[in-house]
Every structure is written in structure tokens, then in C-alpha cells.
């Protein structure tokens, strides 16, 4: 009780009730929890930016090499050589 009654001479008694409120409404009845409410409402929300949306006509134009599907073509299952040396 002391511990919520230093809240309020932090907080204020308006927003020490309505985290009480809602601390009983999730039926969470500890100091630390009241404390959490509090300090997590304290903290300055980042303001949201402008909303980028992405049209066709702002991706990136990749040229791709085609792919070597020959190593699927094989009889032997053995896997193939490596191509660069160590």
C-alpha cells in the first residue's frame, strides 16, 4: 500500500486510479504491476511517419542469370565437384 501511495505523489491520484482500474480488471493485484502500468503510459509514443507505399514502378529491376538446371539432368546421384578451390 505504501508502495501505491508514493505512485500517486509521482503519478498523480487521476492515473494511480485508472491503473488500479484496470490492474482489477486483469485481476493483477501487486504494486509492481500498478508501477508497469504507469511507467509503460509515461513513455512518449514515437510519432508514425508518412505511410511509403511501394508501386511497380519503384522496385528494383534485377537482371538475374538463368539458373543451371543441367545438375538435376545427371544419372548418378553423387554431388558435383566444387568450382572453387579453398
Known amino acids: ?3 501505491i501511495l508514493a ?3 509521482i503519478y498523480g ?3 494511480v486510479t485508472r491503473a488500479l482500474q484496470d490492474a482489477h480488471h486483469h485481476q493483477a493485484y501487486s504494486c ?3 508501477a508497469n502500468l504507469l511507467e509503460q ?13 511501394t508501386r511497380a514502378s519503384d522496385l528494383l ?3 538475374l542469370p538463368e539458373p543451371d538446371l543441367s545438375v538435376y539432368d545427371r544419372d ?5 565437384s566444387p568450382t572453387h578451390e579453398p
Open 32 to 34: 509492481e504491476y500498478i
Open 76 to 80: 548418378d546421384h553423387t554431388p558435383p
Open 61 to 63: 529491376e534485377l537482371d
Open 7 to 9: 505512485l500517486v505523489e
Open 41 to 53: 503510459r509515461a513513455r512518449p509514443l514515437p510519432e508514425p511517419g508518412a505511410l511509403h507505399l
Open 13 to 15: 491520484t487521476d492515473k
Open 1 to 3: 500500500m505504501q508502495k
